[in-house]
Structures are given as structure tokens and as C-alpha cells.
């Protein structure tokens, strides 16, 4: 999957949502709501602990991540969301998955079907784009004060679990089967400093965008990642 780096999505995703923390915040509170309904002790619930790690990634405050757990573990609270995944074409024919957390699926739907009609794209069937991407374990490490040289690297990162290894211009970028992620992670932050942790899905094939396509493909992310019910989106574009 030469050229098509993640961290560098990330950076860009990053750059734009600056402005939106409290958004992000809100749509966090939400998932560590839906991961702590398994328990409130992320040493205990892994699921939980991918979700944290998410919150601290994007400095999210201590007090708002206490309150949503406390909120998922009070049972008296009855709020139910459940878990969607959206499959559809952008501008291009760039593939995109959207994946959120709702209490009305019609408003879900119908909010992101219209982000894609509206922006050159389309909403698939279920299994449309999906097969053109596969579930990852992602870690980013940071190059910065990095001593160990590539080959060294290379054999650390290998021998930790993971699978696939990325040089990219800020970061490391390593991929692991989704099932060994947790141990890599924890192995790998022993040694080296870790930019970015997460679960992802990684593009299968690239898609390269045209030019002229780029600001249109780009005002239709921005509105499905706007969206209170979208939890995460990903994209097959390379540009």
C-alpha cells in the first residue's frame, strides 16, 4: 500500500477537527458511554481501554472521560445506542466506510445518504466497499530522538507481533492483526515513544483522487465526520 500513509490522514483529519473539540469530545463521551455498559474498569474491558486511549489521543479531560463512565455504570440510566456501519462510493469512486453509534437510525441514515448524494458520491449496499479493506491493529511511533536504525527497528517491531512496518516522514507507522494489537502496543511503548494507537481499517487497494476532485471529496468527509451519530470514517483515497 506504498503512498497511501495513515499518519498522514491523520495529521490532515486532525488539522480540520482543531476547531471541533468539543464535538469530538461529545462523540467520545458517547463510546466510552457504549464500552463502560461492559464494565467500568478498562483493566478488565479491553474494549473499554481502546476507547480510552482514543480520548487521551485527542486530550480529551479527565473529568468528561469519569463522567461517562459513571453515567454507562449507573443503572438507572437507560440511554441505548446501537453500532452502524454506512458503505458508500465519494467523487472518484473513492471508497468510504462510515461507522457510528445511534439512537435513531433513521436520522443516521438519512443524514449520511445525503453527505454522499450531495457531494458526488453514493451509499452502497452492505459488503459494497468493505472487501476492499481489512480490520488492523495501527501504531504510530514517534521518529523524533529515535536512536534504533531501520533494520534494528524493523526486528523489534517484528519480534513484539506485528506484521507489517512503514516508514513515514514524522513516524513509524506499524500494522498488527487485530487480535495481537493490545500486546504490541504495550510491548512496543516499553521502547519507543507512541504517537498514535488504534484499531483502524486499512485500505486494501488505493484509489488515487484527482485533483480536481479533492475539495468535493474532502466537503463530503467533513460533513459525515460532523455528524453527532459518526464515531469514524475511512477512505481508500490516496492523493
Do not use: C
Not at 473539540?21 to 467500568?40: D, P, T
Not at 472521560?65 to 440510566?77: F, G, L, M, P
Not at 494507537?197 to 485500505?203: A, H, Q, V
Amino acid at each position: 500500500m506504498a503512498g497511501h500513509s495513515k499518519w498522514k490522514n491523520i495529521q490532515k483529519r486532525k488539522n480540520a477537527q482543531d476547531s471541533k473539540k468539543g464535538k469530538i469530545f461529545q462523540k467520545l463521551s458517547r463510546e466510552i458511554y457504549v464500552a463502560a455498559k461492559n464494565g467500568g474498569d478498562p483493566d478488565l474491558n479491553p474494549s473499554l481501554r481502546l476507547v480510552l486511549d482514543k480520548a487521551k489521543s485527542a486530550n480529551m479531560p479527565n473529568d468528561n472521560v469519569e463522567r461517562a463512565i459513571k453515567r454507562a455504570t449507573d443503572s438507572a440510566d437507560g440511554a441505548n445506542y446501537d453500532e452502524v456501519v454506512y458503505e458508500g462510493y465519494g467523487p472518484g469512486g473513492i471508497g468510504v466506510l462510515v461507522y457510528g453509534l445511534t439512537d435513531n437510525h433513521n436520522r443516521t441514515g438519512t443524514n449520511i445518504r445525503t453527505a454522499f448524494n450531495h457531494n458526488g458520491g453514493n451509499l452502497g449496499e452492505k459488503g459494497s466497499v468493505a472487501f476492499q479493506f481489512e480490520r488492523k491493529g495501527y501504531i504510530a511511533i514517534e521518529r523524533e530522538g529515535l536512536e534504533d536504525d531501520e533494520d534494528t527497528l524493523m526486528m523489534n517491531i517484528l519480534e513484539a507481533g506485528a506484521e507489517d512496518m512503514e516508514m513515514s516522514e514524522d513516524v513509524v507507522e506499524v500494522y498488527t492483526a487485530p487480535t495481537d494489537f493490545t500486546a504490541v502496543r504495550d510491548a512496543l511503548a516499553e521502547n519507543y515513544t507512541l504517537a498514535q494507537s488504534e484499531l483502524t481499517m486499512k485500505p486494501n487497494i488505493s484509489v488515487p483522487l484527482d485533483e480536481a476532485l479533492v475539495e468535493e471529496f474532502e466537503a463530503m468527509i467533513d460533513i459525515i465526520e460532523d455528524d453527532d451519530d459518526v464515531t469514524d470514517v475511512y477512505h481508500n483515497a490516496e492523493y
